[in-house]
């Protein structure tokens, strides 16, 4: 995040679970922008560095399509992630809540569920407002 944002947020943040799932994490990286134009515009930066993954030379990770989500706390997008051989191997998000955005990453897959990084997000959004 400080990177994307040449150090200008007011705040960052940064978190790693684990989950009982053996090899999977999920990594949160959160910044408060100065305004909501400011972070909505970061935001986009984020969405379009995700889709730049989506077209990889065969044998490499990739993302999948995206999908909106959107709560009361707030709104994102979430793509799938893919191992070189195709299979599901986890997923990212990237979200916004006002001045606040951020990214949420899964490696590793918590769930049989294909929806599972829609939850993921959304309790992401719900700390981010918090």
Known sequence: MRAL????AAAYADVTWSF????TLLTESVADGATDTS?????NRLNRAVRDCQD?????????????????????????AFDG???VAGGVAVIRSGQR???VEVSGQPSDD????????AGA?????G
């Open 5 to 8: 944002t040449n150090g200008k």
């Open 20 to 23: 009982d799932t053996d090899r």
């Open 39 to 43: 972070a909505a515009s970061y935001e």
């Open 56 to 80: 990889e030379p065969r044998g490499h990770w990739y993302y999948g399509k995206g999908h909106a989500i959107t709560v009361k706390a707030g709104h994102g997008n979430w793509y799938p």
């Open 85 to 87: 051989s195709g299979q």
């Open 101 to 103: 955005f951020g990214i």
């Open 114 to 121: 294909p929806g599972y990084i829609t939850g993921i997000a």
């Open 125 to 129: 959004l719900n700390r981010l407002a």
